[in-house]
């Protein structure tokens, strides 16, 4: 009798309880609502105190007119080509700025913080690096390299590399030194160590870092491409700015943020895959509604 009211008391096998999963559906439809109900006030009040000269459209633009000018953008093109053109200029910039700053980051980062002799020397002068105004190197960088890619990749690569080198360094500092010694008593060589031991620990700190990073290498490109460039959306941004156009302004911007979102969520599907191992945090938790 009681193997009988078990069997009919337990859930069917590979199934999962109905009430967290309700709870997470339900949380994530208040957040799009919430979220959805902030832009509508946000550009809404924007657009209703623009029309009653409660703001001065001229100076700080209105949503409907920046609408139009994006718009005429894709359906006419920019002054200086295709508005798919002047995205993927800056877009490739930062992505290969992104891409070096991280590698330099991480090996630079994992690097001293193994060797604490190296740290040591090196420190000071990566601490002075760090505090040179990005936009004096920016300036260095076109002199150096041109009006071309190469300036802005590098601009964007150093914003990218300081982000990702201190929480690489601090992520291998960080490591048990007694699980490293355990490893290295079983034979492990001091590669196999960095690859199988160091790495996956620090991984938690260098992912952190690349959520701030793309950011940084967008940063980077524009701002290169405000101090020189032939195309880019930091053109177009300086252009408008030149003009007194607050429109093209914030409807470039507009742009650049659809772009860091679209980053920002493709990183978080990287840091799910690369960190599928980590136990869930109780803020991820269904409980934590």
């Known amino acids: 009798m009681t193997t009988q009211v078990s069997a009919q008391a337990a859930p069917a096998a590979g199934t999962r309880p109905r009430g967290p999963r309700r709870r997470v559906t339900r949380r994530r439809m208040l957040v799009l609502a919430a979220q959805a109900a902030t832009f509508i ?4 009040g924007w657009q209703l105190a623009a029309q009653a000269k409660i703001v001065d459209p001229f100076f700080f633009g209105e949503p409907s007119a920046i609408v139009s000018k994006l718009i005429s953008w894709f359906a006419q093109g920019t002054p200086y080509g295709s508005l798919g053109t002047e995205i993927w200029v800056t877009l490739q910039e930062a992505l290969l700025g992104f891409l070096f700053g ?7 980062g994992v690097l001293l913080g193994q060797f604490r002799f190296l740290a040591d020397v090196a420190g000071p002068y990566i601490k002075a690096a ?23 990749v590098m601009l964007a690569a150093v914003l990218v590399f300081f982000v990702v080198f201190f929480n690489a360094f601090q992520g291998v500092r960080e490591v048990d030194g007694n699980l490293i010694a355990n490893v290295r008593v079983l034979g492990a060589s001091r590669i196999q160590v960095i690859r199988n031991v160091i790495l996956p620990s620090a991984m938690t700190w260098i992912i952190a870092s690349l959520h701030v990073a793309f950011g940084f290498a967008v940063i980077g ?3 290169g491409e405000f101090l020189g460039a032939q195309q880019g959306l930091g053109l177009m941004i300086s252009q408008a700015q030149g003009q007194l156009d607050a429109n093209g302004v914030f409807a ?22 690369l960190l599928a191992w980590r136990p869930q945090s109780r803020a991820e938790s269904p409980q934590a509604a």
């Open 102 to 108: 991280v590698a330099g980051g991480v090996v630079l």
């Open 221 to 223: 490109a524009i701002v």
């Open 41 to 44: 006030v946000i550009f809404g």
């Open 252 to 273: 470039a911007m507009l742009v650049i943020a659809v772009i860091a979102l679209a980053a920002e969520w493709l990183i978080g599907l990287l840091e799910r895959r």
């Open 130 to 152: 760090n505090a040179l105004p990005r936009i004096v190197l920016g300036s260095i960088f076109v002199v150096w390299l041109g009006l071309g890619t190469p300036s802005k």
